[in-house]
């Protein structure tokens, strides 16, 4: 018996046995792949040589298969099923879809945009789970590049050259207190009153006790008296409904928190841009594609006004 080597097999070969299964006929199964009767019975030819089997036979109307062409439909069918979703992916259905995704993110950003995204998750794609990481947690380009992090949170002074990215939104500043703050009646404080009052200051790195408040007010030629530093945004809202601080932090870590009230700052203080960035690995997956679009509503919502 002939054996037939994979090396030398055309796939084309195998698509048009399965035509021949299916229509039992030479002219229709032409007719299907586009080619012309000659050029079937020539594939037919290179089918039985391959096979070492005449597969079909004549019949009254069409041909017939044999034994051994019956017994090669069903894997035929699921070769070439398996080929065909390689080549063409399967939709992406959130609503059934189950994996794994990984955002690495800042502190301000887990809350500012992964809650938001995270709450839109759970309603259209509930058995999805999400990993949020650190973006201090390691390089992030090798990171991204190895597959441990889908999705980096970020700014593009931080975001590694390379890397696909889309800008989420501008953030600003506010100034947030306790609601019964006596300061708190008006929509903005003076920059006499701002500058009396204790502040608590978010500091993720650098010098704990300053920040771009006091770089913008040191262009006025004043100064404001920072009490505390903390590197973590969570403890901040306890501190500030506990004491009379103020604390001047992007208006997203604030909005919607239970006994804090929103004051416009008395004095200029640059924002900051606020961007997704991701490998070109991922870039055309179907699923991040889509987990990406639902981040992207999640932030277009406009920011509640102080």
């Not at 080549?87 to 992964?114: G, M, N, S």
């Not at 947690?137 to 597959?147: I, K, S």
Request: hydrophobic share 45%; net charge positive.
């Amino acid at each position: 018996m002939k054996k037939t080597d994979l090396r030398t097999l055309d796939l084309n070969l195998l698509k048009a046995l399965a035509a021949l299964l299916d229509e039992r006929n030479v002219t229709r199964a032409a007719a299907r792949l586009g080619v012309t009767q000659p050029a079937m019975s020539g594939i037919l030819t290179r089918l039985r040589e391959n096979f070492d089997d005449p597969l079909f036979v004549r019949a009254q109307r069409g041909i017939l298969p044999t034994p051994r062409a019956l017994e090669l439909q069903q894997p035929l069918q699921r070769i070439l099923g398996e080929i065909d979703g390689l080549l063409h992916p399967a939709v992406f259905d959130p609503a059934t879809a189950t994996l794994d995704y990984t955002i690495a993110a800042t502190d301000y950003a887990l809350r500012a945009i992964a809650v938001p995204f995270l709450t839109a998750l759970k309603q259209h794609a509930p058995h999805v789970r999400v990993a949020l990481a650190s973006v201090e947690d390691g390089p992030l380009q090798e990171r991204l590049e190895r597959g441990e992090v889908d999705l980096a949170l970020t700014t593009p002074e931080a975001t590694p050259p390379g890397l696909h990215a889309r800008t989420l939104f501008e953030e600003h500043y506010v100034c947030a207190l306790r609601a019964g703050h006596p300061a708190a009646r008006g929509r903005r404080l003076s920059l006499r009153q701002f500058c009396a009052l204790d502040h608590a200051l978010v500091s993720y790195a650098g010098d704990p006790f300053h920040g771009v408040t006091d770089d913008a007010l040191a262009q006025l030629g004043l100064q404001r008296r920072v009490s505390l530093s903390v590197k973590r945004f969570l403890v901040l809202p306890d501190i500030l409904r506990a004491t009379d601080m103020v604390a001047v932090v992007p208006q997203r870590l604030v909005n919607g928190v239970e006994g804090l009230k929103l004051l416009a700052p008395p004095l200029p203080i640059p924002g900051f841009t606020k961007i997704a960035a991701w490998h070109e690995r991922g870039h055309r997956d179907p699923a991040q594609r889509w987990l990406r679009q639902l981040l992207f509503a999640s932030c277009a919502r406009p920011a509640l006004q102080a």
